[in-house]
């Protein structure tokens, strides 16, 4: 192909208008550079269209009716509930087209301009945007790649692709399960678990990859499983998955657990997946961008690849595929080309899930602080000892926070319990500004409030929380 | 009297068990001090007994209640929910017991010696303790003051007091009001008006002492005014109240407004007042504490009074009558006690309101920062922009942060909006921690969370929020 004078001179173009892409757009548009959006399907991507915000949806829908079932506590009475999927699905797309016209005005506002085709390298200096029979070529001064990821099930399920939920397909279900079985550990798997048991199926998690556990801090870890198993949920750990079968609308999964062929049914089958990056259709070989092993485009904190002028973002890049991720990168790679030398760290990403009750986590697990040789003080604090939480009858969950014995600077904060997704923030700011224990003692903090449970899980550090007996002299003795 | 060899011999006395009172006993006993607590009627005071702790209750509920009331969009079908108020005094009533049996087991655990009865000063180093016919003299070495307040209703509601509900009495009412009159402009006739409006009630507001506005930064009473016109609570504000009287089951206001003469009637009347130390029944006089012309107690920032052995925290000393306020000031009096120089700190207090939507607040606001002579930048994001609020439904609100435009240190944090309580800890550790916008700028925050609306509010400052729409050039222009 002859692509000569009749390409289009552009500024920056962006592949990919999901939240790593429609985030670096608006900042180079801010910047004042000049911004070509392309996008293959829909703005906002994956996560606003099928993943982060469907899932939300469905787990706030979950916890409003585990509400209205303890309403009667509260002086709320009146009939039963029933639930209804196609009217949640009605809501669901209701408030997708709401937030998708809201990224289409703010991009349309920063006058960047968005076309709609699929992207690829024809050289280093441009891309070429086909859209059925239309192929306009552009010729950039700088490029962000932004084309995410897709799940890719586990060699057993592949077969059976098609009828198997990933994260992106999950949202479109149309009837509650009877029997879901889960393939996962992550926060993702824990979300859909709890959601679907709330609004009445039979849920059993099968802990990908033969884990022992959830990816967790190892005390979530352990109230996860209290929680699980006050729901109902089963969970089989360490074991190998071997065969996957669907008949007669039930999926069989065959299993080696201690030795022992075992099998679990199900109506519905969710697995967690892994991402796989999408660069297939990019042309990347011809642009000399490198990629890890796994076929991710390796980044610097910049958001930079090999070729200097090129950035990735989000899910394409090496590191969690999470939206945070890629928002942070898009914002990033926009400031690096426009001369700004920020950069990305994601020491004190936040883990976040909307569970019942919420998880939310940030920096080091006691684990990896461990093992990362810190000296270590553990500060924990339950919520049912927290007023707010008695009150409001939600006393499940604690808050735990690892700190260097030595430089007493906060490492890592863990929280499961309602509350737990807004608080983690200040632990997240704590951390980013290196706070040692006495700068989250000093601060005031509202009462009653979950956000004392912070608090008092510092002052544990220094067995000095106030609605924590005190303890014993023997366990005194064998702290020392 | 003579009281001689008969005296007790205590170390640290405490008179008062509300939240000042028992957080002082425990620090005290953490720092290896002998405590005696004396409390004339249950441990936990008024907080948790009449205020907080039962107002958080009926909030929570009525918050519980309007969120039934939307369940439909959700998916959450059922019959029509009533509301049984006797109901929720029972969970009420449940919940206090547990809290009360929870700090009691806390005093034991302490060795706290719990003594029931009326305490006063005898003399410089000597407390008699009143219960019944017994009598009691304890020689101390500390004291502290943490007998609280008590509401002083207006001189126009004195003389039906009885019949006028006030923040002690209104989580004893036994019925829905049908027209509830509401007097005050802070945060608890706002908690009072909102709970009761969505509960069922006709509510109208009289804001205090002829005040033009509500007790918060200017852009929250303006999203606040906004708020109540939809929920369809009548304000009545820059008037003077002249007369009450009570006829037939129903209490009509006189007042003057503009020159004119005019009533409203309703069936109850809750009035926000101001609190009066409770000093009068301590002996203050015989021990030389020197007490403020409004009769509170005049402390340091160690809580310590004009006597130096002698301490006083909570609503019996100067400033808002918040339990927060208390709590710190009963662990700063109990470690200086014990030697240690911490001091407590009211520069970031948080004042919350637990209203639809809640309001948290910290630092100064807009007004105060510009009449310290601050030169001021504001960022403000509407949470109407916010993802997570999006979808939840909840998209009422914004955060608005304040900065000093030398230094770009933040001065002050305003949220209105689903989270803002928890989410006001990390306005408040980042107040505390003196965090420049870049501090707030650099963190992750999950996405979707309404967390991100702070991030966008910081980043406003600088005009770069992803979210908020370019400013047309001549806004731009006006800016600069």
């Not at 585990?66 to 039963?80: A, C, D, I, V």
């Not at 076929?295 to 989000?314: L, P």
Request: hydrophobic share 40%; proline share 3%.
């Amino acid at each position: 192909m002859v692509v000569g004078e009749l390409a289009h001179e552009c500024d920056v173009i962006i592949i990919g208008g999901g939240p790593g892409g429609y985030h670096a757009a608006i900042r180079a548009a801010q910047l004042g550079r000049s911004v070509t959006l392309v996008e293959q399907d829909q703005l906002g991507g994956i996560c606003l269209n099928k993943g982060c915000i469907p899932s939300k949806i469905l787990t706030q829908s979950a916890e409003k009716f585990t509400s209205f079932q303890e309403g009667e506590n509260w002086g709320l009475e009146g009939g039963g509930i029933s639930f209804n999927l196609n009217k949640l699905q009605q809501y669901k797309q209701q408030k997708i087209e709401q937030l998708r016209a809201g990224v289409e005005a703010l991009c349309q506002a920063n006058k960047i301009e968005i076309l709609n085709g699929s992207a690829f390298f024809l050289s280093e200096d441009k891309v070429g945007v086909e859209k059925g029979d239309k192929f306009d070529v552009f010729r950039f001064r700088n490029a962000i790649i932004a084309t995410g990821g897709t799940p890719e099930k586990p060699p057993w399920a592949r077969e059976l692709s098609e009828l198997v939920f990933d994260q992106h397909s999950i949202s479109d279900l149309s009837e509650i399960p009877e029997k879901l079985l889960i393939y996962g550990s992550d926060y993702i798997a824990l979300e859909i678990g709890m959601a679907f048991q709330a609004l009445g199926s039979k849920v059993t998690m099968i802990l990908d990859d033969g884990k022992e556990d959830f990816d967790f801090d190892q005390s979530i870890c352990r109230e996860l499983k209290r929680i699980l198993k006050k729901k109902k949920i089963d969970i089989v750990k360490n074991s190998e998955v071997l065969e996957l079968q669907h008949k007669e609308d039930m999926f069989t999964v065959t299993f080696e657990l201690k030795g022992k062929i075992e099998t679990i049914s199900g109506t519905h089958l969710f697995v967690s997946t892994t991402i796989r990056p999408n660069t297939n259709q990019l042309g990347l070989s011809r642009i000399g961008v490198e990629q890890c092993a796994a076929g991710f485009i390796k980044v610097d904190a910049q958001s930079r690849t090999t070729q200097k002028h090129i950035f990735a973002v989000g899910d394409v890049t090496e590191g969690p595929a999470l939206a945070v991720k890629a928002i942070k990168q898009g914002k990033t790679a926009a400031e690096a080309i426009a001369g700004i030398q920020s950069q990305s760290d994601f020491h004190f990403i936040p883990i976040v899930a909307h569970t019942q009750p919420p998880i939310a986590s940030a920096g080091l697990t006691e684990k990896e602080a461990i093992n990362m040789g810190n000296d270590i003080e553990i500060g924990q604090f339950s919520m049912s000892a927290n007023g707010f939480s008695t009150l409001a009858g939600k006393k499940e969950g604690f808050i735990k926070v690892i700190s260097c014995k030595e430089k007493q600077v906060l490492l890592g904060i863990h929280m499961v319990g309602t509350g737990a997704i807004e608080l983690i923030s200040a632990g997240i700011t704590a951390l980013e500004m290196a706070a040692r224990d006495e700068d989250l003692i000093f601060p005031n903090y509202p009462h009653p409030s979950i956000n004392e449970g912070l608090l008092e899980a510092v002052e544990a550090l220094r067995n000095q929380a106030i609605h924590i007996p005190p303890k014993s002299k023997n366990e005194q003795k064998l702290k020392v």
